[in-house]
């Protein structure tokens, strides 16, 4: 059965990336990626309904308007169990320290590793929230 | 003067002589005489000190008709409150070169601070960019990998001028995409290298033995400088100052700094060796450490080809170096500087002799007892 992943990035060369990183899983239909190029447009997104399942949201930090760690606890008010993963170039004590305060599921710094990445989406499609 | 004395009328000799007696005048009391007595008609003004201290102005101003009045006058406060005035400026002077010398190396290390932080700035904005390059490079590679398998059969069907003309172009398409990877991930080095400058004081400080870092570090500089080139070689010499006692710092930030002088020492010390060719020379690299109370220092002395004057003031600059192109990003010192200064609080400084030798030397302060750089 398929689930869906939501990924939320200002740049729009990261939708073509996850698009061609994920290319088989998407094929054999593991996965469905949707994709946000801001806060705003992500919430719009998941206020309409994710179909199949939304099983996590991965968000950039650092984006115009509302920035990641402000959609991460606007998440976690209306969807405490859907889980975020922050992803950033800015791997700071700060930065990381602000994420798992506000409840994200972890915190992943660019070049993302996808395989890395795939693991960790693995276990959640295992334990769907 | 007393009123006998003038009252007996004393010609200008006799008032002289009188004068002189009571200590007035120097030594050389007849060419005092003679001279003062040579033209009356000039105004004359001259100071003597008599032998109690106190100071004496004379003026003596010609009166109309000849002959001239004598005013003698205690100047003694005056003098004292101008020796004062003297030494309050003489002291503003050298307090103002104190200032500007202050001025000068807060400058410097302000000029420095900010040229980190550009070079942080332009390290996180090329970041991003490269992660594409490099993470596109890399799914191009696998992407060619199934175009190949997939188009295998069709190609296979080809004449064979026809199938050697795709498989070169598939070759090199990989080829470059290689080269790009290889790029990229230099370039990933680099900007890595930049983003220490943006680190600050993140560091975990902790007491450590300055001894046995610095031993540590060479180890590690030797090992990977002879991992590099099978040639490579050094004698070192440990100077160590056993009374240190712990000092508080961030260890892998000072390690940092240790790696990248003794690579800079032992780069400059084969360098001279590879000069000299056939002459006998001993590349050597000498580490001394000593408790200065309230501060250690550590100084890394190589007998390498020296820094030449010129380039003595870029040295901290962030991206100078000497090395060719690849070799070196002249990031190494302008991090140490930073890790010495900013978050340590102490100094970095050089000496050297071209052909003859370099020597850095580090000092840090004790904390609590440093001047602390930041407000």
Do not use: C, W
């Not at chain 1, 320290?97 to 276990?123: C, H, M, N, W």
């Not at chain 2, 890394?300 to 020296?306: K, M």
Request: charged share 30%; glycine share 8%; proline share 4%.
């Amino acid at each position: 059965m398929s689930v869906s992943i939501l990924v939320i990035d200002d740049e729009s060369d990261v939708a073509e990336l996850f698009r061609q990183r994920f290319r088989r899983e998407t094929r054999q239909g593991t996965y469905v990626l949707h994709f946000a190029l801001s806060a705003e447009e992500g919430l719009d997104k998941l206020a309409g309904g994710i179909r199949p399942q939304l099983i996590v949201i991965l968000s950039d930090i650092n984006m115009p308007g509302m920035d990641g760690l402000a959609l991460l606890r606007e998440i976690k008010r209306t969807r405490p169990d859907l889980p975020v993963m922050m992803v950033t170039a800015y791997g700071d004590d700060e930065r990381r320290r602000r994420a798992s305060e506000y409840g994200a599921a972890s915190f992943i710094t660019k070049p993302v590793d996808f395989d890395v990445l795939k693991a960790q989406l693995r276990q959640l499609s295992a334990s769907p929230a | 003067m007393p009123d006998a004395f003038l009252a007996g009328r004393p010609s200008y000799v006799d008032f002289f002589r009188y004068l002189a007696e009571r200590g007035e005048y120097s030594a050389d009391l007849e060419a005092e005489l003679s001279r003062t007595i040579e033209d009356t008609r000039r105004e004359m003004r001259f100071e003597r000190t008599r032998p109690d201290g106190r100071v004496i102005e004379v003026r003596r101003n010609p009166v109309p008709g000849g002959g001239f009045v004598l005013i003698y006058s205690d100047i003694t406060e005056r003098k004292r409150a101008e020796e004062a005035i003297r030494g309050a400026r003489d002291a503003a002077e050298t307090a103002l070169r104190d200032l500007q010398t202050a001025q000068a190396s807060l400058l410097h290390a302000q000029k420095m601070a900010a040229l980190g932080q550009l070079t942080a700035g332009i390290a996180h904005e090329i970041k991003n960019p490269l992660n594409f390059v490099n993470n596109f490079a890399g799914l191009s590679v696998e992407l060619l990998g199934e175009l190949r398998a997939a188009a295998a059969p069709a190609i296979s069907a080809l004449d064979d001028d026809r199938r050697a003309e795709i498989d070169e172009t598939i070759e090199m398409l990989t080829g470059n995409l290689a080269k790009i990877t290889e790029h990229g991930r230099r370039a990933d080095g680099i900007v890595k290298s930049m983003l220490a400058h943006s680190r600050g004081t993140s560091g975990d400080r902790q007491l450590a033995d300055i001894n046995a870092l610095v031993d540590e570090s060479l180890n590690l500089a030797y090992h990977g400088a002879r991992a590099q080139d099978q040639n490579f070689n050094i004698t070192l010499e440990r100077d160590f100052d056993a009374t240190i006692a712990p000092i508080e710092l961030v260890p892998q930030d000072i390690t940092r700094v240790f790696l990248n002088l003794f690579g800079n020492g032992f780069y400059a010390a084969n360098k001279r060796r590879q000069k000299m060719a056939d002459a006998p020379f001993k590349p050597t690299l000498r580490v001394t450490t000593r408790e200065r109370g309230g501060a250690i220092e550590i100084a890394v002395r190589d007998n390498g080809v020296g820094i030449a004057p010129e380039h003595r003031e870029k040295l901290f600059q962030p991206f100078f170096t000497t090395k060719p192109t690849g070799e070196g990003t002249g990031l190494g010192l302008s991090i140490s500087y930073d890790i010495v200064t900013q978050e340590h609080s102490g100094t970095i400084a050089v000496d050297s002799r071209v052909g003859e030798y370099t020597e850095f030397t580090i000092r840090l302060p004790r904390a609590g007892t440093g001047a602390r750089k930041d407000r």
